[in-house]
């Protein structure tokens, strides 16, 4: 990569994008918060449970983002500084913006990444990446109360069905992400029983100390995390 | 429709609508600002027709699951979490794990009001966390590398199957049938019949197993009768 082209996707102005968006995503964040504490209030849900949940959520999402920050490094080298903030602040996960990133630059016959890649091909990838973004933006904008509605309609006003249905749904997508990794064996398959039986351990864990449990899950998926990785080596 | 219900209707559903439409139009715009920024500082963009060509390229990978996962992870994530997630993203390994947490740290029940305002409070805690990360990770840039030993660094792979296994435990210690039902569904579609587009296999699996359910439930309630 050229030195011009280094100081061009490191720019101030392409900051200054990335800024706005990664703000949106922060004020939206920010307003839910404050209108379920306000719903939470009129439903007699007393603050301090509403507390406990904001942070199990802050604690649980330690592990991850920490996975993202290390992935986001080699993001970095290729798109910048900015374009890596703003495209990991959003909609895709790293390898999701990677894959656009280099279709945008492999159609005008670029190769993601090589010395060939200039301007135009930066270009293209930040076409590549946005255009492949507001595909799940445009369809939650437009869809998202349509799919309220059929959960109403099939929940059926049975909060034990609306509750086993709910927990049903998390229970077919995580059987479905985790058998990857169960079918492709070795570390990663040891990663996802490591995780889950040291989940059952913490959660038995909590019933003995109740002050444990928020953090149960973060716990469970380091505990997998270097179980897996010991057996990796 | 109950009182109660109405009320919140009031309080939160119609809220959560209106401040998650407003945010994701202000994203559609914020999305294409750096095209935009390129072209009027730089004077590059490309002409329509290879505009056109990236989009079918990139909609020939992912344009599926633009519809297929909204639809299979609202019943999990609820409004307000579906606008958050497909907003900030990182579903799988952030916010569906963090609004489970929220709630079982909790003990909401799944699918009641309740679980609705501390599923949109765990889901706000993992974006502002994860915005946070990835913020400074920006600034700093890769001297932060350096903070991680190189084991840790190469234990990081492995953090995805370790939060597949640890939420899928978690709900299926509360419901074991159901998860001893659900799992040999992945495992059929991805390790026999290995056809399947990934798209088939997601909804496959969330409905499959709502489906399976269902069956238990009413198998369930007229044994209890």
Known sequence: MSPELLKIINSMGLWVVAFLMVSIVLIQAGLYVRQALKAAAAIQMPREKCLKGLRAGMITAVGPSLAIVIIMIGMMAVVGAPMTWMRLSIIGAAPTELTAATLGAK?????????????????????????????????TALFATRLEWVRKKVGGGDPAWLALLTSA??????????????????????????????????????????GLKEYTLGLAMVVGMFIAAFFAR | MGNRDQDFQNTFIRPVIRIGIITLLAAWVGNFLPCLYLYLRYGIVPPGGMILKIWVMVASVYGAFYIVEPISYYAILGLSGTYMSFLAGNISNLRLPCSAMAQEATGVEAGSQEAE?????????????????VTLTAVIGAALLGFFPPFVKKAFAYILPAVFGAVFAQFAIKYPVVGLMAIPIPLVLLGVIKILPIWVVIPACVFGTIALARLYYDVKSKGGR
């Open chain 1, 169 to 210: 749904a998390a229970i077919g997508a995580f059987a479905y992400l985790m058998s990857g990794n169960l079918l492709a064996g070795g570390p990663k398959a040891i990663g996802v029983v490591a995780g889950g039986l040291s989940m059952v351990g913490f959660l038995q864990l909590a019933k003995r100390f109740p």
């Open chain 2, 117 to 133: 305002v501390i599923s949109t409070l765990g889901i706000a805690g993992s974006v502002i966390v994860n915005t946070i990360g």
């Open chain 1, 107 to 139: 159609a005008v016959g670029v190769e993601f990444g090589s010395p060939q890649y200039d301007l135009y091909a930066f270009v293209a990838s930040n076409w590549g990446m946005a255009l492949n973004d507001f595909g799940w933006l445009f369809v």
